[in-house]
């Protein structure tokens, strides 16, 4: 089942006002980030993202910086189109300046790509999370931030997904200047479901190598009752971050229209027209 398939279940029937459609799995309030009543997705997004810094932050050993999204000009030295999440300049190991870009998306969307490309750009994304993990996030994401490289030929027709064969065109993603500069970019995405992405999983891996090394920094503050390890402790609250903050996003929903329904069943009614007293005529 896809998950446009899945999506359309959640809303199934209208209240007496048209304008409200009763969404049973929360889908609606969890995916439109101006739904009714429901907080902005900044809020998700900013949750998750506060997460991975703490945990780069606690292994590095120079400045690891929290960007404002506000002041974007001032963070055009690591790319000049695009403002990083996290930026840790000299951060990687060739001495380049170290990007984080932090995704919270859905898997579950009412939108939906068939795949289907075309012969003059080549392949396109498609939506396969019913196959495969992530198959409905990361590779739009990932062309869209990162850009691909030309794999195949015009002559081999567009990609197909089930085949895996087939000619995708060269595309530049938002981080293009940065990547071009030699730049490394990490995406962090987590899904709703808590689920790390493959390259977000990776970074916490190589922070956690970092941290368990020989004279290795690890500024992670841990409970006194009961201490994980540093990967488990910061992937632990990376997800919870990202599922606890979409949750109240759609409990926020959820208590909206709550009272939007209690002023609809307090609203006066239409008063009955006066009743003739047989016995007056």
């Not at 404002?68 to 190991?93: H, L, M, T, W």
Request: glycine share 10%.
């Amino acid at each position: 089942m896809s998950a446009g398939q899945l999506s359309s279940q959640s809303s199934s029937h209208h209240t007496l006002d048209p304008t409200i459609v009763i969404d049973r799995l929360g889908d609606t309030l969890s995916n439109d980030p101006k739904s009714r009543g429901g907080t902005t997705h900044t809020t998700r997004h900013n949750t998750t993202n506060r997460a991975f810094y703490n945990a780069f932050k606690a292994v590095a050993t120079g400045p690891v910086i929290l960007t404002d999204k506000d002041r974007e000009e001032s963070y055009s030295v690591f790319d000049k189109n695009k403002c990083p999440d996290i930026a840790q300049p000299n951060g990687c190991p060739w001495g380049a300046d170290w990007l984080g870009d932090t995704k919270v998306l859905s898997p579950l969307t009412k939108s939906s790509h068939a795949g289907r490309g075309s012969k003059e750009n080549g392949g396109t994304i498609a939506d396969v999370g019913h196959h495969f993990a992530f198959g409905n996030t990361e590779e739009g994401i990932h062309l869209h931030e990162l850009g691909c490289r030309e794999r195949g030929r015009p002559s081999d027709g567009h990609f197909n997904h089930e085949t895996g064969r087939g000619w995708v065109k060269e595309r530049h993603g938002e981080y293009h200047d940065a990547l071009a500069h030699n730049r490394k970019v990490a995406l962090l995405l987590v899904e709703t479901s808590g689920a790390l992405g493959r390259h977000a999983a990776r970074e916490l891996r190589r922070a956690a190598r970092s941290a368990n090394k020989k004279g290795g920094r690890d500024g992670t503050t841990y409970s006194r009752v009961y201490q994980t390890p540093f990967l488990a402790h910061h992937m632990r609250a990376i997800s919870g971050a990202a599922v606890f903050s979409d949750a109240a996003h759609i409990e926020n929903g959820i208590r909206y229209l709550a009272h939007l329904t209690t002023e609809i069943g307090a609203a006066p009614r239409a008063e009955s027209p006066a009743t003739v007293d047989s016995d007056s005529e």
